[in-house]
Nanobody, 121 residues
Framework: QLQLVESGGGLVQPGGSLRLSCAAS????????IGWFRQAPGKGREGVLC????????NYDDSVKGRFTISRDNAKNTVFLQMNSLKPEDTAVYLC??????????????WGQGTQVTVSS
């Protein structure tokens, strides 16, 4: 059974850091691109970053440049989102998604349930 399970969210103060994980199972992880999206209260789902099967990253959101990085460990079937210098406007549910192919420009295929990130003092 295909599964994507996010973890690592929580409450953090402005300027702090979090590392989110997306653990995958039920498919050949190394063959697919994986993306991170986020959905803030009252807003639509927005792309953050994506990583191709070969490890190339694509940035969907200029506001996270220089603060967020994406990486993957194919041996552990996991994608990570390292978030530094967090701001209150980063507060959202963060979801990972499997892309339909090894490339980040392919369709979103299967979603995880999400993990809540709250940035507040």
């Amino acid at each position: 059974q295909l599964q994507l399970v996010e973890s690592g969210g929580g409450l953090v103060q402005p300027g702090g850091s979090l590392r989110l994980s997306c653990a995958a199972s039920g498919f050949t992880f190394s063959r697919y691109a994986i993306g991170w999206f986020r959905q803030a209260p009252g807003k639509g789902r927005e792309g953050v970053l994506c990583i191709s099967s070969s490890g190339d990253s694509t940035n969907y959101d200029d506001s996270v440049k220089g603060r967020f990085t994406i990486s993957r460990d194919n041996a552990k079937n996991t994608v990570f989102l390292q978030m530094n210098s967090l701001k209150p406007e980063d507060t959202a549910v963060y979801l990972c998604v499997r892309k339909a192919s090894r490339w980040c420009n392919s369709l979103n295929d299967y979603w995880g349930q999400g993990t809540q990130v709250t940035v507040s003092s």
